[in-house]
């Protein structure tokens, strides 16, 4: 599939260095701002080790914006859709989304989320990141975006 490559913005960009997660659950103050202006999706490749007790999570939220500069972030959705009945109109439901990992042991480990679709919109896109298990203890997060 074609995609833009220019030595303004790249297909594989860095997200978030490997770096301890914030104090206290918070999350990232200045997560990294990626150009990404006429990509079609994103998917994002993430690993993350618990701190210095078991019990640690991660959670990430997916920023993205139409525009080239500034500072309006639309956070990414989840979207359910209603039951459909016969005669009756029907209320899906949509939401800000975060998303949650929660380890499967204590070891480094490595998954992959998206693709994320972008729809050739959005020209910068963010992920933060918290640690949101053992909060007093913050485990390291590393994420690569890669576009297409």
């Keep these: 599939m074609p995609h833009p490559i220019s030595t303004t913005y790249l297909d594989v960009q860095q997200s978030r ?5 914030g104090a206290a659950g918070a999350w990232d103050v200045t997560p990294l701002e990626l150009a990404c202006p006429g ?10 080790i618990e701190g210095a007790v ?16 500034g ?22 439901a949509f939401q ?5 990992y ?6 480094l480990q490595y998954w992959v989320f998206g693709p994320v679709h ?7 896109l963010r992920v933060a990141a918290q640690e949101s298990g053992q ?12 576009f297409q």
Aim: aromatic content about 8%; some cysteine; overall charge negative.
């Design 17 to 21: 260095v490997s770096a301890i997660l």
């Design 39 to 48: 990509f079609d999706y994103v998917t994002l490749y993430i690993s993350y």
């Design 54 to 69: 078991a019990g640690g999570s991660l959670d990430i939220r997916i920023d993205v914006s139409p525009d080239s500069t």
């Design 71 to 92: 500072a309006v972030w639309h956070q990414g959705t989840a979207y359910s859709t209603g039951a459909v009945v016969a005669g009756a109109d029907t209320v899906s």
């Design 96 to 100: 800000r989304e975060e998303i949650r």
């Design 102 to 107: 929660d380890p499967t042991g204590v070891a």
């Design 118 to 124: 972008l729809g050739g919109t959005v020209e910068r």
């Design 135 to 146: 909060v007093a203890t913050p485990g390291t997060c590393e994420i690569e975006a890669r």
